[in-house]
């Protein structure tokens, strides 16, 4: 193949659809081509696929954004474990995915600290006791943690039938994937104990792999194998976020991963699928459309959903120096922070959220971060509104 039929190829915007490539430029061109792909450009991944084969990545493809990552990086002003605000919106998306019911309300009273009421609340119960693992850096990632991690937050909770057996780390049987045009089976079981090994070892490996793209890798690889009767999408989205953790993102617990993914659905499922079709016409199994997915459906929005907070924190830091913010107020402003992120709220809801201050200390509060352009404010009715300037 001539330079300038690869260049062709390697540009054109269905380059993760080979059956529509085949199409367009021939079986034989597209054959050609994605040898040449997986000969010279592919980086192959100590994971095996169904067949024995090893994972592969286009390593300069999938193109992360700077700004996405730069948000990650970001210390959150707030000291808890994770956002409220966020997880709240991580936990209802999580659930939502898989078609399962939740409200915000009952999350966000379980985030509060309440205890669950039915079986809503316990599953949302779990995802919190799960979040509150990951958040923990000593919590290192191996087998027995995820274990660990993926039995307080699903396998706790599912009937009989689909729980693991006593002393089991993956399941026994079969499992069937139900979507997209066909449903296939998850890896066999025989084969679990040694992928999932390796699936654990990669995630502790130091290598050359971009630490967003790997984190993703893990997440479908997870998913990929379907090591357990239910439940794979929301471990394998956690999987996600605690190798971020480990690996000293700060703000991955204030970012809300599974909304972004819930916003665009179709496309996640879609990544998945099309990597499957494509193994079958190319012989190898190719994860670049799933960091594609993620590049572009969530690091790449982290920082224009954020790019609107404009509180100057060296203000804030100024006034804990100098004293002139209480103890109290600090606590406020975290809470603030952490539970609402960039939504609104009057000064009767951050009492009753907050629970621990009067009133007056409530109001004290807005007034002087309002006037340190820390809070703005807006009039709605004969309410007033604030939020993180």
Not at 279 to 303: H, I, K, M, S, W
Not at 359 to 372: D, L
Request: proline share 2%.
């Amino acid at each position: 193949m001539d330079a300038a039929q690869f260049a062709k190829m390697f540009s054109d915007k269905h380059l993760f659809e080979i059956n529509r490539m085949e199409y367009k430029y021939t079986s034989a061109a597209v054959k050609e081509f994605t040898k040449l792909l997986r000969q010279d450009f592919a980086q192959e991944l100590p994971l095996q696929d169904s067949r024995g084969e090893m994972l592969v990545y286009l390593p300069n493809v999938a193109r992360i954004s700077t700004a996405g990552m730069k948000q990650l990086l970001t210390v959150p002003a707030a000291r808890s474990a994770f956002g409220l605000q966020a997880m709240t919106d991580e936990i209802h998306a999580t659930l939502q995915i898989e078609n399962i019911r939740s409200t915000r309300k009952s999350i966000r009273r379980i985030l509060d600290g309440y205890a669950p009421r039915d079986e809503e609340e316990n599953r949302i119960y779990g995802i919190k006791r799960g979040l509150e693992f990951i958040a923990n850096r000593e919590n290192k990632i191996t087998e027995a943690n995820l274990h660990t991690l993926y039995q307080m937050t699903v396998g706790n909770f599912l009937s009989d039938d689909d729980k693991l057996q006593a002393n089991c780390f993956y399941r026994h049987a079969p499992v069937y994937i139900v979507g997209g045009d066909q449903t296939r089976e998850g890896l066999a079981a025989s084969l679990l104990s040694e992928a999932m090994a390796q699936l654990i070892n990669f995630a502790n490996q130091r290598d050359n792999i971009n630490e967003l793209h790997k984190a993703a890798m893990l997440h479908f690889t997870l998913a990929y194998y379907h090591p357990y009767f239910d439940g794979n999408g929301r471990t394998a989205r956690l999987f996600h976020m605690w190798y971020l953790v480990q690996h000293g993102y700060p703000a991955t617990l204030f970012t809300p991963f599974s909304r972004y993914i819930a916003e665009n659905k179709s496309g996640y499922y879609k990544a998945y699928e099309q990597i499957e079709k494509n193994a079958l016409l190319t012989g190898y199994t190719d994860v670049t459309p799933f960091l594609a997915y993620f590049c572009e459906n969530v690091y790449g929005r982290l920082q224009s959903d954020t790019e609107d907070t404009h509180a100057d924190m060296q203000v804030y830091r100024n006034a804990i120096a100098s004293g002139s913010v209480t103890e109290k107020e600090r606590q406020l402003w975290e809470y603030v922070l952490s539970a609402y992120g960039n939504e609104e709220f009057t000064t009767k809801r951050l009492e009753r959220d907050f629970g621990n201050a009067a009133y007056a200390t409530i109001r004290t509060f807005v007034m002087k971060f309002s006037s340190m352009n820390l809070l703005k404010t807006r009039k709605a009715g004969n309410k007033v509104l604030y939020k993180v300037f």
